[in-house]
């Protein structure tokens, strides 16, 4: 990490918390907008600023400054924890000078240098995080608990599994981390990594609560409301707990949706089973779901009958029927519900409970593309780039994939970007092309990162320069592009425009993915 940038970063952030209080962590706008006045050269940093604060980076760091403060948690493993998770969207060296300004705004002691960049590679993936945080673990740390849960709940470096982040999650939540407590009854509520039981869930909530987590009060209550599997229905005690926690507790939204649903409002039927598909006001339930997405279809709502197609196709709270998914696909199409006739066309291509018929699927893109679904667009611009139920045609799959990206789709942006870089269906524009790929890299699309780390190395579109391709290279193959990983040791290996050769940073690279570093 660069010193002179890092001091400079960090008293910005420090002035910013000074003017206006260290809650203003909370908030990005008000955040960036003042670290722009205290420091206008710092535009790109702003930016990394903005993106860790909108994924409620400031929020954690709040969340643990008095943790910090009387010794119950290091800064170290604040820091490293909130690196590792913004290194889903910022390269290492950014997500470490981010965290430690934090640190150093809010006034706490920060590590050594060592311990964050030569210890741990936040590679999201690599051996040496994935080792190192066992090693924690498994010596009691919490937060490395919390981190491997996390990693595994999430399928982030390793393969998803449930059970293993429950384990984890129950290392830590013993040993009193309120995170952990209030995941691990998530999981409990779900019937995630465990069966589902609510008498638990409840007891881990309340772990979490009384160490004022929000989130956690509120979900308790709403457990004793309703009632679970294992836990009785008990207002008395919901009422207690609101009073408890100064929240206030009344007839509940569910009660009065169910009054209505049960005298046959097909309206509330299916926001009744929107509730209980997405347990925000009571325990989730997606079997009670379906049950009243049901009655709601047999009344004819088209969105409950596209919602309960969707139960059937992946199998959720009611077994798989893809012929009844398809059916109602149908059902809801014909009442003019565009998704529903984009999934029905993916049903044809897929021959998913209907004979497979692609020239059939082309047509159903079609419809729903003709009238501006943008999913539709990008699949219909796919069935003609490829020749699935229609003729190859380029110019046509553009025209499409262009409708789609003026939609904001990234997959469309990205495919429309590649046709521009390429001239595949359309005269080459490396500078549409380039803007195509930055609107897809900002929404996380892995492949439109590479695409811009090859417009930089090779002036297409934009000035060349080595070290901004080698940034958008890392950035994607932190999430896993090997490609761009290969493309990243080259432009270290030989150096070039703004960026010096450093051959045993190339090798290191190349060691990290596998990479044949004699062959690059």
């Given at each position: 990490m660069d010193k002179d940038l890092f001091t400079q970063t960090a008293e910005a952030c420090k002035m910013v918390t000074d003017r206006f209080g260290k809650d203003i962590l909370s908030d990005r706008k008000r955040f960036c907008a003042a670290f722009g006045d205290f420091a206008?050269?710092?535009?790109?940093?702003?930016?990394?600023?903005?993106?860790?604060?909108?994924?409620?980076?400031?929020?954690?760091?709040?969340?643990?400054?008095?943790?910090?403060?009387?010794?119950?948690?290091?800064?170290?493993?604040?820091?490293?924890?909130?690196?590792?998770?913004?290194?889903?969207?910022?390269?290492?060296?950014?997500?470490?000078?981010?965290?430690?300004?934090?640190?150093?705004?809010?006034?706490?002691?920060?590590?050594?240098?060592?311990?964050?960049?030569?210890?741990?590679?936040?590679?999201?993936?690599?051996?040496?995080?994935?080792?190192?945080?066992?090693?924690?673990?498994?010596?009691?740390?919490?937060?490395?608990?919390?981190?491997?849960?996390?990693?595994?709940?999430?399928?982030?470096?390793?393969?998803q599994d449930y059970e293993k982040a429950v384990y984890w999650y129950t290392q830590s939540s013993d040993r009193g981390d309120c995170s952990s407590q209030k995941k691990l009854a998530e999981c409990l509520r779900l019937g995630q990594g465990a069966p589902q039981n609510d008498a638990q869930a409840a007891k881990r909530y309340a772990q979490a609560a009384e160490q004022g987590d929000y989130d956690s009060q509120k979900a308790l209550i709403l457990l004793y409301q309703h009632g679970g599997s294992g836990l009785k229905k008990d207002i008395d005690i919901a009422a207690k707990l609101s009073e408890r926690y100064g929240i206030p507790l009344g007839i509940s939204e569910i009660e009065a949706l169910t009054e209505k649903a049960n005298n046959g409002s097909s309206d509330a039927q299916y926001k009744l089973g929107n509730l209980y598909w997405l347990g925000k006001v009571t325990a989730q339930d997606h079997k009670e779901a379906v049950k009243w997405y049901t009655l709601a279809a047999n009344q004819g709502d088209p969105n409950a009958i596209y919602d309960l197609a969707c139960c059937y196709a992946k199998g959720d709270g009611v077994p798989c029927d893809h012929s009844r998914a398809a059916e109602l696909y149908m059902k809801a199409a014909l009442q003019g519900d565009r998704d529903a006739l984009n999934n029905l066309a993916k049903c044809y291509f897929m021959g998913e409970g209907v004979a497979m018929n692609r020239s059939k699927a082309a047509g159903y893109f079609r419809k729903a593309a003709e009238a501006g679904h943008a999913a539709a667009q990008y699949n219909l611009g796919e069935c003609f780039f490829h020749g699935w139920g229609e003729e190859v045609s380029y110019s046509k799959a553009v025209l499409w994939y262009k409708k789609a990206a003026e939609q904001s789709l990234p997959e469309a942006q990205y495919s429309y970007g590649w046709c521009c870089f390429t001239g595949t269906g359309i005269s080459k524009d490396h500078c549409e092309a380039k803007?195509?790929?930055?609107?897809?890299?900002?929404?996380?699309?892995?492949?439109?990162?590479?695409?811009?780390?090859?417009c930089s190395m090779n002036g297409l579109g934009t000035a060349k320069n080595l070290m901004t391709a080698t940034e958008w290279f890392e950035k994607a193959a932190n999430r896993g592009d090997t490609e761009a990983a290969e493309m990243l040791a080259v432009c270290y290996k030989y150096g070039g425009d703004y960026l010096e050769k450093n051959e045993s940073k190339a090798k290191r690279i190349a060691d990290k993915y596998n990479i044949n570093y004699n062959s690059i």
């Open positions: 206008p050269k710092l535009s790109k940093e702003k930016k990394a600023f903005y993106l860790a604060l909108s994924e409620n980076t400031g929020k954690y760091f709040l969340r643990e400054d008095e943790a910090v403060r009387n010794g119950q948690k290091t800064a170290e493993s604040v820091i490293q924890r909130a690196s590792a998770e913004l290194c889903d969207y910022l390269n290492p060296e950014k997500s470490e000078m981010v965290a430690k300004s934090f640190a150093y705004a809010l006034g706490w002691e920060l590590p050594e240098e060592k311990t964050l960049t030569e210890d741990i590679s936040y590679i999201d993936g690599s051996s040496s995080v994935i080792e190192e945080l066992f090693r924690k673990a498994e010596s009691g740390d919490n937060d490395a608990c919390f981190n491997l849960g996390e990693r595994f709940y999430y399928g982030r470096g390793v393969k803007r195509m790929f930055e609107a897809a890299a900002n929404q996380n699309h892995t492949p439109a990162k590479r695409m811009l780390g090859y």
